[in-house]
């Protein structure tokens, strides 16, 4: 895993991936007492930054493999960028999702063009036996979510955006807040910034009670989360930083800061009427610490991805209603 | 009137406005029946297009009247633009807006280094009176919000970045759907678009009932609106198009098409859900024709603009009720 695999990326993504613009507000860097530089990953093809790391893994399979298919587990993000990345393949994607998902998740995974295998959680059934057997029936091949090199690769990108985007700005040295589940987006643009940007330096955003991340920071090892489920911010809810991603957040990243559930909704109605894109929880909370933690961080300017944007409309509209002040 | 004013612009907005993403969802193909290219002015500085205007024109005044200050009417998008650009060049900006405004408005103008000038609308104060004065006290120079060749220039760059982020997707032969309040933006996309991308047609979209550029195309004459208020879309609610952008228009631009308040609202859903941008009414109703009026659009692809975002919570709220169907 190194930069190398990130420049290889960006040349398998290019004309594909969509490069997000770096926007700023005003009101922002008022709120934050500095210069806020935002990266809309909510504007990539499906949502969500998932799409470069999906469309990198799919492209960088053999001709044959891929031609038999990719397999992923998801009931999010990471099956939509998978599912197009196939799509735009013209190869089979297979996304294996709880029956309890929610109905709009599995319908726009469905037009996106995959096929969509549910399993009976509550009943037991285990997704990776189901996993297992579509891998040796059709010879699936699996794209992990975060903790696979290419998929980190893909990630990648966005920070070798930011590096240029940051300095056309004339922002060399800052934090760069990145919004941290399983770390591989987290990862991703540490690397790229390791050789691109120097002065720039990651710091991964969790929801409070889902900290793994900051408590392996702690720890100098892999801590996990009790849960998985249970807070607003669902697209970055995950048991542990990966084998992959985990050594290099250890090794680049700055510490970590944990955001609540209130601050995350403020920051999705600060996204919406300052910065005009549409932020889904999980994907606000590294603005929420550039607007509520302030303090935790140093400097005149700091960069803030917003990693996603698949909101319903009921928990927009919650945000909306917080009028940008955490509850 | 020319495209060479359009390229003098661009190079004075350089660095400067903000090269708008072109953003697409699948999900939006659908409903409208052909490819769907939106161009979202919404992530503009400020929040609309009209930076672009604003910024032009103050950057085009020689230094000595630029250095006295700039002057402009308006309780929206306008006055921001201006107020901005003029902040960048550290000149005094005086905004005149009616006392009634929302205190939003005024607080936003002010926040970005404005003057704000209220004059007693109800009362039947004059605002072109106070205007008059302050232009003649203080040397100010009266920047128009669309009917001013500078602003027209301005808002074509949005053109010359169609024609390039069409070409880049392939569409060399699209009807090109542009929100129409004077006819700024609409006229200064068809200058540019005649000369960059002649397969590109612009055609004005408006609001039902406030359809005043439609009428002056069916007349072969400006026609005029009885009413500027009481209507969602009301960033594009204007009198008539202008004696600069009326001749442009009817030159160059192909049928409109009206919108109701209802189909504005249901684009400002699709806008946030599909394309996770914030569009405000008026800045919906291109997006609006092509979702709900697909049968008056020809051709395998459209373009549209989102020409702002400054969408109150509260109506956010609304368009997001209506879960994309118009009522």
């Known amino acids: 895993m190194n930069i190398d695999m990130i420049r290889a990326a960006a040349g398998r993504l290019d004309g594909h991936a969509r490069r997000t613009p770096m926007l700023t507000s005003p009101f922002l860097d008022e709120i934050a007492g500095r210069r806020v530089l935002v990266k809309p990953e909510c504007l990539q093809h499906t949502g969500s930054f998932k799409y470069r790391g999906g469309r990198n893994a799919v492209a960088a399979l053999d001709d ?65 036996a189901v996993g297992d057997k579509l891998e040796s029936e059709r010879g699936l091949t699996l794209i992990r979510p975060y903790d696979e090199p290419q998929v980190i690769a893909g990630q990648g990108t966005t920070g070798l955006e930011i590096a240029a985007q940051a300095a056309e700005l004339g922002v060399t040295e800052a934090d760069v807040l990145v919004c941290c589940g399983g770390g591989g987006l987290t990862s991703g643009i540490a690397l790229a910034l390791e050789a691109e940007a120097p002065g720039l330096r990651v710091r991964p955003i969790e929801p ?70 549409t932020a889904e929880p999980g994907g606000a909370v590294a603005l929420a610490a550039a607007l509520f933690h302030a303090s935790d961080i140093d400097g005149d300017a700091v960069v803030v991805t917003i990693s996603g944007g698949n909101i319903d409309a009921a928990m927009l509209a919650r945000a909306l209603a917080t009028e940008g002040h955490p509850q």
């Open 64 to 128: 044959a493999t891929r031609a038999r298919g990719v397999l992923a587990f998801s009931s999010g993000n990471h099956a939509q960028g998978v599912a197009l990345a196939a799509r735009e393949h013209g190869v089979p994607a297979v996304i294996i999702m709880p029956a309890d998902a929610p109905a709009l998740k599995i319908a726009n995974t469905r037009a996106l063009g995959a096929e969509v295998v549910l399993y009976d959680r509550a009943g037991g059934e285990s997704r990776e």
């Open 208 to 277: 409070e009670g889902f900290d793994d991340v900051i408590r392996s920071q702690t720890a100098g090892s892999i801590q996990t989360n009790t849960a998985v489920a249970g807070n607003v911010c669902d697209a970055i809810l995950t048991p542990a930083p990966g084998n992959h991603t985990w050594p290099i957040i250890q090794r680049l990243c700055g510490p970590g800061i944990a955001v609540t559930e209130g601050e995350a909704l403020a920051a999705v109605f600060h996204a919406a009427e300052r910065l005009k894109v």
